[in-house]
C-alpha cells in the first residue's frame, strides 16, 4: 500500500489540496511592513490581564503599519471551552476599546475573508494538510493507547533519557502501511503524527523580537498533529492558521518558547513562510501573604479578569496606559513629558519589553487612574460617570441625569487648575465621595455621622451656624468676602481671625477660623473633607444651604 493509499484511506472524504486553501487564502495585499496580527484565546469567557497587554501591543502594532489585527478563538481543547466564551471575550475587548478588523464577533458570527475565524469550524483544513503530509510520508497513524505511552515515559524516566514519542519510542513509525490498514480497518483509535525529520543533535536558531536570539536544538518528536477526536493539536492548527491567515507577527506567552523547533519544523515541511516571534514574559504580582512573586492568576487575584476594571468604573484608558507602563520600559518617562497625551503617539517597540515578566501593581494602576480622571474636563467625568452609572448604580444615575448641570459644575470644583484635585479614582468613588451634594441622597440618609473636629460641642455649633445664617452669610459673596466674613464670625464669638495668633495666644481664644469653618463644612455635608466648602456653598444656593444649617440646629 502506497502512502497515498494510506492518505485517501484515512481521509476519503478530503479532496482539497493545499493548493486549493493558498488560492482560497491569498496573499494579503497590504502595504510594505504592513504588520498581521492576532489575539488566539481558548473561549473561556474572559479575557486575563496579561492578555489585555498582549492585545493591546497586538493592536498596536498593526495601527502602526496598517497592517490587520483579528480575533481567531482556538477551541480544539474542549475542556477549555464554556459556553458563551467567545461572547465574554468579545465584550471584554469592547470594554476595552480593542477593535478587531476580522475575527469571530460572537458564538455564531464572524467577519473578515480569512476564515472561519473558529478552530472547530476549519477540520476539513487541517484534514487537508494532514492528508499531504501523509502523502508525502511525513505523518503516519499511531495506534499507541494511552497506556503504552505512559509506560514509555516510565522506562524513559528511570533511564533519564529525553521524555517523549521520538527515535526508538517512536513504536508507530516502523509500521508499514499494511499494517496500518489492517488496524485501521480493525477499528483500532489513532492519533496521525508528524515523523520529524529533525535531528537532536542539530541546532535551531531562531530570532525572537523580545528576547533576541535563541538557540535550541532540533525538534525530533513525532509530534500529535491530529488527536483522536479528530481536532489539531496547538502545533498544528498554528502553522496552518497563522499561514493562511496570512499572520506576520505572533505574540503569546513564553510558554509556547520551548515548542518553537516544533512550529519551525512544521512551517517547513509545510512550505510556509514562518512569521515573526514575540513571546512575552508572564504577568506577575507580589503575594500579599508571601510576599513572594507569582503569576497573576484568575482564581486568586480579582484584579486579573479584565471586567474587574469594567465593573469598578476604572477608565479604560487607565488601564491601558498602566499596561503599557509595564509593557514598555520608556512608555513612563513619555507620558510624563508628554502628559495627556493618547498611547497611540507612542511608538511602541519590542526590545524594550521586559523578556522575564512584568510585575503588575494595581496601587500603581490606581495612581494612574486618579492623575487620569483629575486631568479630565468636568463634562467628560460627567459623561463617563453618566455611562457607568447606567450599568452599576441606576439610582445615581437617574439622579446625574436629573442635575445634569449641576453634576457637571459638581464636577468642576478644584478641577480647572494647575493641580487638579484627585476625588476619584474610578467611577464607582463618585457616589460615596459626593452623595452628600445631593439632597435625594442626602435626606434618605437615616443614620448620618457628621464627623465634628474640635468644635465638637452641640450648643456651640448651634450658636454658630445660628449666627452665620442671620448675619454672616451673603449669598452673592465672593470667596474673598466670604471668607473675611467668616473671620468676623469668628471674632465676634472669641475665636481668633487668624490661624497663626491662636498659635501665638491660645490662651486668648476658644479656637480659630478653621474651626469656625469646619463646623460649617461639616455641617453642610457631614464630612470633615470636602471639596472647597465655599464653592460647594455657592453650588447650594441659600434655601438649599440654610435646610442644611437648620438640620443642625433643630437637633
Ligand atoms: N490558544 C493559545 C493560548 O491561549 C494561543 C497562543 C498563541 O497566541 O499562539 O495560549
Not at 471674632?491 to 481671625?497: C, S
Request: hydrophobic residues 35%.
Amino acid at each position: 500500500m502506497t502512502d497515498k493509499e494510506l492518505a485517501d484511506l484515512i481521509f476519503p472524504d478530503i479532496k482539497e489540496t493545499p493548493e486549493d486553501y493558498e488560492k482560497m487564502y491569498p496573499k494579503r495585499n497590504l502595504k510594505e511592513g504592513a504588520v498581521v496580527s492576532r489575539f488566539a484565546p481558548s473561549p473561556t469567557g474572559f479575557v486575563h490581564m496579561g492578555s489585555l497587554l498582549t492585545t493591546l501591543i497586538e493592536r498596536k502594532i498593526p495601527d502602526e503599519t496598517e497592517g490587520v489585527f483579528y480575533l481567531r478563538i482556538e477551541d480544539t481543547d474542549q475542556k477549555r471551552s464554556v459556553e458563551n466564551g467567545i461572547s465574554g471575550i468579545v465584550q471584554d475587548l469592547k470594554n476595552f476599546d480593542i477593535k478587531i478588523d476580522e475575527g469571530a464577533l460572537s458564538e455564531t458570527e464572524s467577519t473578515g475573508v480569512y476564515g472561519p475565524y473558529v478552530q472547530s469550524q476549519r477540520k476539513k483544513i487541517y484534514e487537508c494538510y494532514a492528508k499531504s503530509l501523509i502523502e508525502r510520508g511525513l505523518a503516519y497513524p499511531c495506534f499507541c493507547s494511552p497506556e503504552e505511552l505512559d509506560e514509555t515515559r516510565k522506562i524513559q524516566e528511570l533511564n533519564k533519557e529525553r521524555i517523549g514519542y521520538y527515535g526508538s519510542f517512536a513504536k508507530c513509525r516502523n509500521l508499514t502501511n499494511e499494517e496500518r490498514k489492517e488496524r485501521i480497518l480493525r477499528g483500532d483509535p489513532y492519533v496521525i503524527r508528524l515523523k520529524s525529520p529533525g535531528v537532536y543533535e542539530h541546532k535551531v536558531v531562531f530570532n525572537d523580537l523580545v528576547r533576541g536570539k535563541v538557540v535550541f536544538p532540533e525538534n525530533d518528536m513525532d509530534v500529535v498533529l491530529i488527536k483522536g477526536d479528530g481536532l489539531p493539536i496547538y502545533h498544528f492548527a498554528h502553522a496552518i492558521d497563522d499561514h493562511l491567515m496570512r499572520t506576520t507577527h505572533v505574540l503569546r506567552g513564553e510558554e509556547w518558547l520551548s515548542s518553537v523547533p516544533v512550529h519551525i519544523q512544521l512551517f517547513d515541511i509545510l512550505g510556509f513562510e514562518l512569521p515573526k516571534y514575540a513571546h512575552l514574559g508572564l504577568v506577575m504580582k507580589i503575594d500579599e501573604e508571601t510576599g513572594q512573586k507569582r503569576k497573576l492568576s484568575k482564581r486568586k487575584d480579582k484584579e486579573a479578569a479584565v471586567s474587574f476594571y469594567h465593573e469598578q468604573g476604572i477608565p479604560v484608558m487607565a488601564v491601558k496606559l498602566y499596561l503599557m507602563t509595564i509593557g514598555n520600559s520608556n512608555f513612563e518617562e513619555w507620558l510624563n513629558q508628554n502628559p495627556g497625551h493618547d498611547y497611540n503617539e507612542f511608538k511602541f517597540d519590542f526590545k524594550k519589553m521586559s523578556a522575564s515578566g512584568s510585575l503588575f501593581d494595581l496601587e500603581k494602576l490606581i495612581n494612574i487612574s486618579r492623575n487620569y480622571i483629575s486631568r479630565l474636563t468636568a463634562e467628560e467625568v460627567y459623561e463617563n460617570a453618566l455611562k457607568y452609572t447606567e450599568e452599576y448604580d441606576k439610582e445615581f444615575n437617574d439622579l446625574l441625569v436629573k442635575h445634569k448641570d449641576y453634576a457637571i459644575n459638581m464636577f468642576n470644583i478644584e478641577r480647572n487648575q494647575k493641580k487638579p484635585r484627585k476625588d476619584y479614582a474610578k467611577y464607582s468613588d463618585i457616589r460615596p465621595y459626593t452623595w452628600y451634594m445631593f439632597d435625594e441622597l442626602f435626606e434618605k440618609e437615616e443614620n448620618k455621622v457628621y464627623e465634628w473636629q474640635t468644635i465638637n460641642n452641640l450648643g456651640e455649633i448651634k450658636n454658630i451656624l445660628k449666627l452665620y445664617l442671620e448675619k454672616y452669610y451673603h449669598e452673592e459673596d465672593d470667596e474673598q468676602t466670604w471668607f473675611e466674613r467668616l473671620k468676623d464670625l469668628s471674632e465676634e464669638l472669641g475665636y481668633a481671625r487668624e490661624v497663626k495668633d491662636y498659635k501665638e495666644n491660645s490662651e486668648k481664644y476658644k479656637g480659630h477660623v478653621g474651626d469656625i469653618s469646619m463646623v460649617l463644612r461639616v455641617a453642610v455635608t457631614t464630612k470633615n473633607q470636602t471639596p472647597n466648602l465655599y464653592q460647594i456653598i455657592k453650588l447650594f444656593g441659600k434655601d438649599r444651604l440654610v435646610k442644611r444649617l437648620n438640620e443642625v440646629i433643630n437637633k
